[in-house]
């Protein structure tokens, strides 16, 4: 049976450009993009010598796209802080990696226009494979500095405890 909103007043999709990023219990600061949740599944094709010449087909392995988080650059550490813990730079043998904690869940909260908890989808076992500090540098330029990191990330589902908000009437 199809689930219907429990909002007979939301006819529109939501929006792109309201969100928030959770991590370690807390926002992080100034994200302004968050790529694609996106995730794959293989196909596998098979058949019997006895059946007919076509192939059968079934799922296979389901592979997670990485997640690219960008924002402006600030004095703020928490991107290349994370991203050291995948491997330090000169950090001597036998630390250049955090195995305790290079991972980390996060939270991906879409709000609504009047700024309501919509959508929220958790993502697991995430840690940096690249880091960008820097974004090109232009004299002629009048954009903002960008950081970002590419999280590789084990899975993620739609969190159900976030139901459809009542919108508000003014």
Known sequence: MPQFSVNPERFDPYKN??????MDGRAVAG?????????????????DGADPST???????TEYDAITLERGKTHDLEFEQWANKV????????????????RK????????EAGQKALAYKVYRCW????QALADLDANGEAVLIE???????????????????????
């Open 87 to 102: 491997w330090g730079f000169g950090a001597g043998l036998g630390s250049e990696v955090s195995l305790a904690d290079f």
């Open 55 to 61: 192939s059968r087909k079934s799922p296979g392995r």
């Open 17 to 22: 450009f309201k969100f928030r990023v959770v």
């Open 105 to 112: 869940d996060l939270i991906i909260e879409v709000f609504n």
């Open 148 to 170: 970002s990191i590419k999280i590789e990330n084990e899975g993620w589902e739609r969190d159900d405890a976030v139901s459809e908000p009542t919108e508000p009437s003014l």
């Open 128 to 131: 940096v494979s690249e880091y």
């Open 31 to 47: 994200v302004s993009k968050v790529g694609a949740l996106k995730r794959s599944t293989k196909l596998v094709e098979h058949r």
